[in-house]
């Protein structure tokens, strides 16, 4: 049985974690090159003037959390837990992994996609029956040891995990469903998802981040996304991430495309103290195409730092970014967005666009969208804004009857709207309305049906698009050139 490891990130804890694992001795060799990168590898502290996201998370106190806290071995999960799994984003489903801490305590996969040979498992049980997949593509290219201080300490303390492969041709309709549960606390959880779609292939996945624990004592996730869309497959990346506000979250994600293979992220970020997250796709294959659709919401004193890249290095490839998010209460928002247009990827299109709405004058926010171009026959543009309600529609809203509260809420379910219609799932669709409402009103006792289609109330009261006053709005810029 395994044990937990005493608190303290140290060397001895990576070859201690490796040795109850029963690791290959290339699996260590990796962890320990890794743990060398972390040790030489300073924290990013962010830029000067920022709103210290980089700060806080590169002070955060690993020397009182344990970096390993497997599964207890009873089998019967806490009622929470339980709860949630009923609950879930998706209800069919081809395949299902749940990771308590550090262990993964479930795995399922539809029988029809096993005999077609689509491959659902635990990253420890790959690292003992798929050496050579593991080997070939975990943390190489798509996110590599040496990106950053925290993806060297995720390769070292990795645990658990998901392995998902998809042979050629295979089209999974069903999503599959990951959900990843913290309910101990001074606990550091390093959760890898490793994606392999092969060519012609695609996959819906849904990964779930959720916690359940009072205690005062924080909780860290790194967590790590790698997928390679292989030629012409089609990945759908959808995270849901509901921390609570004694849980942090640092999260590196990336898709490396090959030609005219198609991956779209969806990110929606509710919840935990403090998150630093990375996107990325690398468009490496002649007309691969990239989506990201990101949603937050943050109150309090949440600090949430996204940076994004969409990194074109290929012939005629496109990508789109479309961030919408709302702050309340004290929190600290940044958004840093990048287009990269590597000399050789002509024909390029790319388009970066963030929103965002202030429900506080204690928040505050910022977006800093940028351009690299290196290509000659390029359309990229990007723009951003941040405002408020405007007063002067909630008046109008109120002289109507409608409570302050209500005005407010229809407003902000208006701003969320058109990027909402963007998910592609449903159910999460749903789940992030329930979740918005849940933000406004303070209570959980409300059912889906209380979204108001804001549009529609629009129509009928009068408000207009106009409710949003975009003060200190950058405007959007437009890079078009061609040569003949």
């Known amino acids: 049985m395994a044990n937990t490891l005493a608190r303290g990130l ?6 201690e974690l490796s040795r109850q694992k029963g690791e290959p001795a290339w699996m260590l060799q990796r962890r320990l090159h890794a743990w060398d990168v972390s040790e030489s590898t300073a924290a990013p502290l962010g830029r000067r003037g920022d709103l210290g996201t980089f700060r806080a998370m590169a002070n955060f106190k690993y020397q009182d959390v344990s970096p390993y806290i497997p599964a207890d071995g009873s089998g019967t999960l806490p009622a929470v837990i339980q709860q949630s799994l009923q609950d879930a984003l998706v209800n069919e489903r081809a395949g299902h992994v749940v990771q308590r801490n550090a262990s993964v305590v479930h795995v399922e996969l539809d029988e029809a996609l096993k005999r077609q040979g689509v491959i ?4 420890d049980t790959a690292v003992r029956e798929y050496p050579e997949l593991v080997q070939q593509y975990f943390m190489t290219k798509c996110v590599p040891v040496e990106s950053n201080k925290y993806t060297a300490l995720h390769a070292a303390f990795w645990s658990g995990g998901i392995f998902l492969y998809i042979p050629k041709g295979v089209e999974i309709e069903q999503p599959i469903l990951s959900q990843i549960w913290i309910d101990s606390p001074a606990s550091a959880n390093f959760v890898h998802t490793l994606i392999i779609a092969d060519e012609q292939s695609s996959v819906r996945f849904v990964a779930e981040y959720n916690s359940a624990f ?3 004592q924080p909780s860290i996730l790194n967590d790590v996304v790698e997928v390679y869309a292989k030629n012409e497959a089609r990945v759908e990346f959808s995270n849901m991430q509901d921390l609570g506000l004694n849980v942090w979250n640092v999260t590196n994600k990336n898709a490396i495309h090959e030609k005219d293979a198609s991956v779209t992220w969806v ?3 509710l919840g935990s103290k403090v998150t630093l997250e990375n996107i990325g796709a690398t468009m490496g294959g002649n007309g691969s195409v990239a989506e990201l659709v ?3 919401f943050t109150d309090h004193d949440q600090r949430l730092t996204m940076n994004t890249l969409s990194n074109h290095a290929a012939l005629a490839t496109n990508a789109e970014t479309l961030v919408k998010g709302v702050l309340a209460g004290q929190s600290r928002v940044e958004f840093e967005g990048m287009i990269r247009v590597q000399p050789k990827a002509q024909q390029t299109a790319s388009f970066l ?5 202030l429900l ?5 926010s910022e977006s800093i969208p940028s351009l690299e171009i290196g290509a000659n026959e390029v359309s990229a543009s990007h723009g ?3 405002g408020q309600i405007d007063e002067e529609q909630l008046f109008y809203l109120m002289v109507r009857g409608i409570r302050r509260e209500e005005a407010e809420r229809i407003i902000v379910q208006g701003f969320f709207e058109p990027v909402l219609q963007r998910v592609p799932l449903e159910n999460l669709r749903a789940r992030l309305r329930r979740s918005i409402v849940h933000r406004m009103s303070g209570t959980d006792d409300l059912e889906a049906d209380t979204w108001v289609d804001a549009q529609e109330r629009w129509e009928i009261e009068g408000v207009d698009e106009h409710a949003i006053s975009l003060d200190g709005t950058k405007p959007e810029e437009e890079i078009k050139l061609t040569e003949y």
């Open 10 to 15: 140290s060397r001895g804890a990576v070859e």
């Open 120 to 123: 659902l498992t635990d990253l």
């Open 214 to 216: 009072e205690d005062e």
């Open 267 to 269: 990110m929606a970020d």
């Open 294 to 296: 990101g949603v937050f």
């Open 353 to 357: 666009s963030d929103h965002t709405l």
């Open 360 to 364: 506080s004058d204690e928040c505050r």
């Open 384 to 386: 951003a804004t941040t």
